[in-house]
């Protein structure tokens, strides 16, 4: 009998248990605003380079600019959902030369398509493909501190390159977050190269802040 009045309460202990797990779990999801697709606003600051596949000795400065755009937050289950993006993203470089200091700025739409993953409450991580779409190009040559020389120039090749994005983010609150990336072009600007225009391929790091609604 004693057996049996033990079984029976260890039976109610673990089915409440169970039920008081399960409220718990409803609330929380109640609360939590992660199966609620979120628009935003995003704004940072790009720290761009180059870097070149087929020469190790090619190497260039850093050269600052800015990302500014929107983004849509969409859950797909828990912790995984979708985040495409499109960003106003300046890009280029600076190098000494012959001629004096030269500065490259490219204009870019960037159409990032983000896996974003919840690794714990506040803190996540992005990946994915990134297509971008060059505007217009800008060449500037310096001597000490006047500029010498100034052109726009119309980039005749594909001006459509395929890249990846890798980055963090940090929800500072629920409308807020931080966010850290790096993104790359996966092929050269201008795979045949010259003098004038090198291969190279866009490295951009970037730091920003999502203002999600």
């Given at each position: 009998?004693?057996?049996?009045?033990?079984?029976?309460?260890?039976?109610?202990?673990?089915?409440?248990?169970?039920?008081?797990?399960?409220?718990?779990?409803?609330?929380?999801?109640?609360?939590?605003d992660f199966y609620q697709?979120?628009?935003?606003?995003?704004?940072?600051?790009?720290?761009?380079?180059?870097?070149?596949?087929?020469?190790?000795?090619?190497?260039?400065?850093?050269?600052?600019?800015?990302?500014?755009?929107?983004?849509?937050?969409?859950?797909?289950?828990?912790?995984?959902?979708?985040?495409?993006?499109?960003?106003?993203?300046?890009?280029?470089?600076?190098?000494?030369?012959?001629?004096?200091?030269?500065?490259?700025?490219?204009?870019?739409?960037?159409?990032?398509?983000?896996?974003?993953?919840?690794?714990?409450?506040?803190?996540?991580?992005?990946?994915?493909?990134?297509?971008?779409?060059?505007?217009?190009?800008?060449?500037?040559?310096?001597?000490?501190?006047?500029?010498?020389?100034?052109?726009?120039?119309?980039?005749?090749?594909?001006?459509?390159?395929?890249?990846?994005?890798?980055?963090?983010?940090?929800d500072l609150n629920r409308?807020?977050?931080?966010?850290?990336?790096?993104?790359?072009?996966?092929?050269?600007?201008?795979?045949?190269?010259?003098?004038?225009?090198?291969?190279?391929?866009?490295?951009?790091?970037?730091?920003?802040?999502?203002?999600?609604?």
């Open positions: 009998m004693k057996k049996i009045l033990f079984a029976a309460a260890m039976v109610l202990l673990i089915a409440g248990t169970a039920d008081a797990q399960r409220r718990g779990y409803r609330k929380q999801r109640a609360s939590d697709p979120r628009v935003g606003l995003t704004g940072g600051l790009n720290i761009a380079n180059t870097v070149s596949s087929r020469n190790s000795d090619f190497s260039t400065d850093t050269k600052l600019g800015a990302n500014v755009g929107l983004f849509i937050d969409i859950p797909i289950i828990y912790p995984l959902s979708f985040q495409p993006e499109v960003l106003y993203s300046q890009k280029g470089y600076r190098a000494n030369t012959v001629y004096g200091d030269f500065a490259q700025r490219a204009n870019f739409i960037d159409v990032p398509l983000l896996a974003k993953l919840r690794l714990t409450p506040g803190f996540n991580v992005v990946i994915g493909p990134q297509i971008s779409f060059l505007m217009n190009t800008r060449n500037t040559y310096y001597d000490g501190f006047n500029v010498t020389y100034q052109s726009r120039y119309s980039y005749n090749g594909d001006k459509t390159f395929l890249g990846g994005v890798a980055g963090i983010a940090f409308n807020v977050e931080l966010r850290g990336r790096y993104t790359i072009d996966f092929k050269e600007n201008n795979p045949n190269g010259s003098s004038g225009v090198p291969d190279y391929r866009n490295q951009v790091w970037q730091v920003g802040l999502g203002f999600k609604f």
